[in-house]
């Protein structure tokens, strides 16, 4: 009998680095549609140079509980919005908020959408 679904992905570096850029290409978007959301007509180049930063450090500390990944990606959003976006902290803070909701509303709906 032959099975049903096969394993493609075994593992190892090719998908470590299309986990980071596939995280990445989604945390660029939905960072962009916060700065759009929160400061207006702003560049998608900012977004894709803040982008990495919460997806390495979800990466790093994927090990841990999802509470310590959830608030050290989100320290991280805040301090790489603030550097990029040369905001102060409580618009970094305020950006970042916006960011993380967004990620979670697409996450669940494309999690509704693929994994069922």
Same mark, same amino acid.
């Given at each position: 009998?032959?099975?049903?679904?096969?394993?493609? !992905?075994?593992?190892? &570096?090719?998908?470590?680095? %299309? #986990?980071?850029l596939v995280g990445t290409l989604f945390s660029a978007v939905t960072l962009h549609l916060a700065a759009l959301w929160?400061?207006?007509?702003?560049?998608?180049?900012?977004? !894709?140079?803040?982008? &990495?930063?919460?997806?390495? %450090? #979800?990466?790093?500390?994927?090990?841990?509980?999802?509470?310590?990944?959830?608030?050290?990606s989100f320290l991280t959003a805040v301090a790489v919005v603030r550097y990029v976006y040369e905001l102060n902290t409580r618009g970094a803070v305020f950006m970042s908020v916006f960011y993380f909701a967004i990620t979670t509303?697409?996450?669940f709906a494309f999690g509704n959408i693929f994994l069922t």
């Open positions: 009998m032959l099975p049903l679904q096969a394993e493609f !992905v075994g593992g190892g &570096p090719l998908a470590l680095v %299309v #986990a980071f929160v400061l207006g007509d702003e560049p998608h180049q900012r977004a !894709v140079k803040a982008a &990495p930063a919460p997806v390495i %450090v #979800a990466m790093l500390f994927s090990q841990y509980n999802g509470a310590v990944i959830a608030v050290l509303i697409f996450a």
